[in-house]
């Protein structure tokens, strides 16, 4: 009898047991499947709030783009406004220029007779005076004169280059200075002007010393005459001395009748 329910018992139990495991098993097994549930939901919730944190991202950064697509706009209105107004100005401006063109051609066909009349005396002028720098003079009339026919140059900066060359010719009346140069037989000569009054010229070597006469209208020696005078007036427009006294000779001024 014991035995027989000791053996009643002992199955009993097994089974109990046996009971138990299964449903440890099963709890063990829905808990697993809970928790990769819940690992699946975390997953998926950190991928929805990236794509929120990223959709978040490009609506500021779209929101910036419109702001500054708006500031833009406003300072291309602003700048077109004063776009207009520079442009209004520039077509009033060109109005006043073409009635000043239109002025113009009236005032340069009585300025250009003008102009060609000075050029001719400038030439006259240096042809009639003392030949100092003769060449030059000449070469500046020649300018003047091929200036006059130019096409790229203003009639106002044709205007200024005459007065400065009438100018420089009426300087030469003010100041006394030294060069050397050539008499026409080939002598090399330093010359002394004084203002436009009288040319002297005296070789190196002292042999030659003379002056342009206005009257015969050429170079003169004067022997020894004034040689040392001349020198030393050479000296002192050169700076190599202190001024002083020079005697020199001059022409008589000719007297109207």
Not at 163 to 192: H, K, P, S
């Amino acid at each position: 009898m014991p035995t027989k329910y000791m053996r009643k018992y002992l199955i009993l139990g097994v089974a109990l047991i046996c009971g138990i495991f299964a449903a440890t098993l099963v709890q063990a097994q829905s808990l697993t499947s809970s928790i990769q549930t819940q690992t699946k939901i975390n997953s998926d919730a950190k991928r929805s709030q990236q794509k929120i944190d990223n959709l978040a991202d490009q609506t500021q950064n779209l929101l910036s783009e419109f702001r500054q697509v708006v500031n833009e706009t406003n300072g291309l209105k602003v700048y077109n406004a004063q776009l207009e107004k520079v442009v209004n100005d520039q077509r009033r401006a060109r109005a006043s220029i073409n009635e000043q063109m239109d002025g113009l051609e009236s005032t340069e066909r009585g300025v250009t007779p003008l102009m060609i009349d000075m050029v001719d005396m400038f030439g006259k002028i240096v042809e009639s005076d003392v030949p100092f720098r003769i060449e030059s003079r000449r070469e500046r009339v020649s300018r003047l004169k091929e200036m006059l026919d130019r096409a790229d140059i203003t009639i106002s900066e044709k205007y200024r280059r005459i007065m400065e060359n009438y100018q420089a010719e009426l300087e030469y009346g003010r100041t006394t200075a030294t060069y050397t140069g050539q008499l026409e037989d080939g002598t090399v000569v330093d010359f002394l002007r004084i203002g436009r009054t009288v040319l002297f010229y005296q070789s190196s070597d002292l042999k030659r010393t003379g002056w342009y006469n206005k009257q015969t209208r050429s170079f003169e020696d004067l022997g020894g005459n004034y040689a040392m005078e001349i020198k030393e007036g050479l000296a002192i427009a050169n700076n190599e001395k202190a001024p002083a006294l020079v005697v020199l000779p001059v022409t008589a001024p000719e007297t109207s009748r």
